[in-house]
């Protein structure tokens, strides 16, 4: 017998996704895999020197529930730089990955019946870490026409009294929107019509925005929003960190020792090399960050480009992030090689891993049927692989079902 809880939620998709290309490989086939969500560079070697190093010095105990001290000057400090924010060690809390961060933050807050707001195309966990404190996830939608931002009034119209949290996450995992500081602006005049809301500002893809463009903490916009935002963030994506696991929350004191409360009874602390190497990540040079940044933006040029003019698919440039979230909806109802009609995005997916061994995300995984994401933190070649063979596989597609009968 497993939980009521557990029944609730759903495995991550990218996760799932990820296994099935292992499998895939594993039997032999060639896969173009864009179903990444971390860099495939390496860790740059100075932060794995300082793992080394910390292991010899014999940080390999258990820190404070909140991170090691060093560890939390150096995300003050680092929000300081990149942020303009300023924090004292005391607001800053290490978490397990900023996943984890965020589990403990609804964890410590919503209460069965309470209810988060969330934009929809959404990165998956949100809804289902709120599922997990039995909370309600309120999904909002936004549209590719709006470049996927959510209009104001939709975000208003979607709060109840029973509302904890609002979530926003910019740079934005799948759809590469960055929020402007007028959009934020706008947000902020809502939480300010409603005091008891906290807002949960998914940065940890800050770094990754382009064509001159700048992430913006929406603390920076509206300092008064301060004492009851979270500032969710991480070495995971910056500095190629995925399996260190160590991200941060930085707000208000009684909602940081309360994520430090629930870490105490449930995984101590993070891991102390992981600490470690994360101090000198955020505390070393950041020209590795930068080179990594401009190559992402090649590579988001040469999928986007590869991607142009295959019939049934729209693939706008994101402004951040990593991801492309092309339209498919040209694609549905046309009949594969096989004779199956593809109904969904899941059918498109499903059929570029099949017939081009090319591996996406359906965008219903986001909230969003109707898209696919593909991620570009892969190599150029096989970006450019990728591309062609999903339009080759798009070329051997029938025509539309629905516009054959007209
Ligand atoms: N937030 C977003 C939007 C993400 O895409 C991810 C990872 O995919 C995370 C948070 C969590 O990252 P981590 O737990 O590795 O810090």
Excluded at 281 to 303: C, I, K, T
Aim: glycine share 8%; charged share 20%; hydrophobic share 45%.
């Amino acid at each position: 017998m497993f939980s009521n809880r557990l029944q609730t939620i759903k495995p991550s998709p990218s996760m799932a996704a990820k296994s099935v290309v292992e499998r895939l490989r594993a039997e032999g086939r060639t896969i173009m895999d864009f179903t990444i969500g971390e860099p495939d560079l390496p860790t740059p070697p100075a932060i794995l020197d300082a793992a080394a190093a910390a292991m010899r010095r014999g940080e390999t105990r258990y820190t404070a529930a909140a991170g090691t001290l060093a560890l939390r000057r150096a995300i003050a400090a680092k929000l300081l730089r990149d942020n303009r924010l300023a924090y004292d060690p005391a607001e800053i809390v290490a978490g397990c990955g900023g996943k984890q961060v965020i589990f403990n933050a609804f964890a410590a807050t919503l209460n069965p019946g309470d209810e988060i707001v969330v934009l929809a195309p959404f990165w998956v966990s949100y809804p289902d870490i709120a599922l997990l404190c039995d909370a309600r996830p309120v999904i909002v939608a936004a549209s590719a026409e709006n470049g996927w931002k959510v209009p104001v009034e939709a975000i208003a119209a979607a709060i109840t009294p029973r509302t904890r949290w609002l979530v926003i996450n910019s740079p934005n995992n799948p759809t590469g929107a960055v929020y402007s500081e007028s959009e934020l602006e706008g947000i902020a005049d809502i939480l300010r019509r409603h005091p008891d809301i906290r807002l949960l500002s998914d940065e940890i893809y800050e770094h990754f925005v382009y064509d001159g463009g700048r992430h913006l903490s929406p603390v920076e916009i509206a300092p008064d929003l301060r004492e009851r935002t979270l500032i969710v963030n991480g070495v995971s994506k910056s500095y190629c960190m995925t399996g260190f696991r160590i991200g941060f929350g930085a707000g208000p004191r009684p909602l940081i020792d309360a994520i430090a409360k629930l870490a105490t009874q449930t995984t101590t602390c993070a891991d102390a090399v992981g600490q470690a190497a994360a101090t000198a990540a955020f505390s070393g040079e950041q020209d590795s960050l930068r080179a990594m940044v401009a190559l992402f933006a090649e590579r988001r040029d040469a999928m986007v480009t590869g991607l142009a003019g295959i019939d049934g698919l729209i693939c706008p440039s994101p402004a951040g992030s990593f991801y492309v979230f092309p339209s498919i909806a040209g694609l549905i109802g046309r009949a594969t090689p096989e004779g199956h009609v593809l109904a969904s995005a899941a059918d498109v997916a499903l059929y570029f891993l099949e017939w081009a061994g090319v591996a996406t995300v359906a965008g219903e995984s986001y909230g969003m049927p109707g898209f696919l994401r593909l991620s570009f933190a892969t190599s150029t070649a096989d970006i450019r692989e990728g591309c062609s063979r999903i339009k080759g596989a798009c070329s051997l597609l029938g025509s539309n079902s629905a516009s054959r009968q007209k």
